[in-house]
């Protein structure tokens, strides 16, 4: 499967290989939605288990999206990741596996990473007012938007 | 291509106009201090009379930003935490949590570990579908079946408090396999809760399989297709009931799920009678699986040989169970540290929240009660 992904897509596809026995792709992020669709439509991957993304601050492109996804039939799973800037947004793959709405809000809100194309795109686990995205890696562990804590809640500090 | 807004409305909840009073839409707050909704979710209804036009969900009011204190904590340190997301089925988090650092580390527990991780796992998914059925029934009117079903999960938690000392966040298992041998008696008290429960649930049964009040306000409510529940990624009991016979115990085996032999129970309808039906299958089968693996328990080592500091080399696992609410993930990136880089959990009642929205559009706001309780979601584990 992967060789002939990496046959159409040539160099779009940086890396295809296992880890510990578990299948992933490295893709470029300008294949995406395509490449989703093909994978649910061709290679029968029909159930995105999960959408999120990891921080490397030291990177160019600063952040690795993952989808993990499932195939029913094949009983097989494949990770595909694309790496992308601070800043930059992906399209949005709601329209490929509608569960994809929550998960990227949440990754909005935790990464501040933007879904093109989403019907809903804001926070979801915190205030739709709060400042900052915890997950990166220059957000401190008890780091917290101060102003909206003493407005919200009436208190100087929620440590 | 499908158009997301199909699967999950988006209400648009600005001000109210003039023409308010004279309009038939109403909306309202259901949550989040409702005794309905199993802890603090909310959900904004859009109504026309009593039928349900569109639901949103407002979660993230028990947030604690378990993934953030992960990347600050050792792998060690941080398997506690997990007991704290579905606090009802803190065994299964135990269980996903070491299995994918294991399986990061390339370490495999010992026989022995797995089956003792595989009957405190079963007997954890039968007291949290005991919680789910006693709640739910709750919420429908029928409040008898709630102190039966409290009184005999009290058995599953003795056995637990045994174990291991803790009766809801047990912290059960290690990295590596498990932290204590079982005490002198564990066999015979899962042999002898094994006799006690299978009478219960067909007791159960007379009280609600065919009660005229429990079929008419289960029947036909809160449907759902099997094609939208793969759209959705609703996982477990619900995907189950509406058809598909899918379970990551049979599907990718773990622990000694492998050597035991079980039903897969399915329903046909994918309605709320549908997946009581499943659920109370599957506590029969769990009982099933209890009774072999008691029966077949080697002896040996309960811990695999780990280092004293953990470290796992560079890369990501993803690794995944079958919860008693649906597939429960880690995605773990380890950069070689002693810390793990990034940690993802994957929650199955956050994305199986996700489908109360398709489930309850036309139905009455009586049946978002019932729908919420056969999803069957805890709220620590939505929020995390």
């Given at each position: 499967m992967t060789a002939s992904l990496k046959g159409r897509y040539g160099s779009g596809i940086a890396e295809s290989s296992t880890y510990l026995g578990q299948n992933y792709l490295i893709v470029d992020s300008s294949l995406l939605p395509e490449l989703l669709l093909i994978l649910r439509d061709e290679q029968q991957f029909d159930y995105c288990v999960d959408l999120t993304a990891v921080h490397y601050p030291h990177r160019d492109k600063q952040f690795d999206v993952v989808w993990i996804l499932y195939s029913f039939a094949k009983n097989e799973r494949i990770r595909v990741t694309t790496r992308i800037a601070d800043g930059a947004a992906l399209p949005t793959s709601t329209s490929i596996w509608p569960t994809t709405n929550w998960l990227e809000r949440e990754v909005f809100d935790m990464f501040g990473i933007r879904f093109e194309g989403h019907p809903d795109m804001k926070r979801i686990l915190l205030p739709e007012d709060w400042k900052g995205h915890p997950l990166r890696k220059d957000y401190g562990i008890i780091q917290q938007d101060e102003e909206w804590v003493h407005i919200n809640l009436g208190i100087e500090s929620g440590q | 291509m499908t158009d997301p807004t199909t699967y999950i409305s988006h209400l648009e909840l600005g001000e109210p106009d003039k023409t308010y009073l004279d309009s038939n839409e109403l909306i309202i707050n259901m949550g989040p201090q409702h005794p309905a909704t199993h802890g603090v979710l909310r959900v904004i209804l859009k109504l026309d009379g009593e039928k349900v036009l569109g639901t949103e969900c407002v979660i993230g009011y028990l947030h604690r930003g378990v993934e953030k204190i992960a990347e600050h904590r050792t792998y060690t340190m941080f398997?506690?935490?997990?007991?704290?997301?579905?606090y009802v089925a803190a065994v299964s988090n135990g269980l996903g949590y070491c299995e994918a650092v294991e399986k990061l580390l390339n370490i495999e527990a010992p026989p022995r570990a797995n089956y003792i991780r595989l009957i405190l796992t079963e007997l954890n998914r039968l007291a949290s579908h005991q919680l789910w059925l006693g709640t739910h029934a709750l919420d429908i009117g029928a409040i008898t079946p709630l102190f039966y079903l409290f009184r005999d999960r009290e058995e599953i938690l003795k056995i637990f408090e045994r174990y291991c000392g803790a009766r809801l966040t047990t912290h059960a298992f290690r990295i590596g396999g498990c932290q204590y041998e079982t005490y002198e008696g564990f066999e015979r008290d899962v042999e002898k809760f094994v006799a006690f429960a299978r009478p219960k649930i067909d007791e159960y049964e007379t009280l609600l399989t065919t009660n005229r009040i429990w079929l008419e306000r289960t029947r036909g409510i809160g449907k759902i297709s099997a094609a939208d529940c793969k759209a959705l990624g609703v996982t477990g009991p619900v995907l189950r009931a509406s058809g598909v016979k899918w379970d990551l115990r049979k599907a990718k085996p773990y622990a000694a799920y492998a050597d035991v032999d079980f039903e897969v129970p399915i329903g046909t309808n994918g309605d709320t009678y549908d997946r009581y039906l499943v659920r109370m299958e599957e506590m029969r089968q769990s009982l099933r699986i209890l009774e072999q693996a008691v029966a077949k328990i080697p002896e040996g080592p309960i811990m695999a040989k780990v280092p004293k500091v953990l470290k796992p080399p560079v890369g990501e696992i993803y690794h995944s169970i079958e919860a008693p609410k649906g597939e429960l993930g880690y995605f773990i990136v380890s950069d070689g540290s002693t810390q793990p880089y990034r940690l993802r959990v994957r929650p199955p009642s956050f994305v199986n929240l996700q489908a109360l929205d398709l489930m309850v559009r036309d139905q009455l706001v009586a049946d978002v009660i019932a729908v919420i309780g056969t999803l069957d979601i805890v709220l620590g584990e939505v929020d995390r």
């Open positions: - | 398997n506690p935490y997990v007991d704290r997301m579905d």
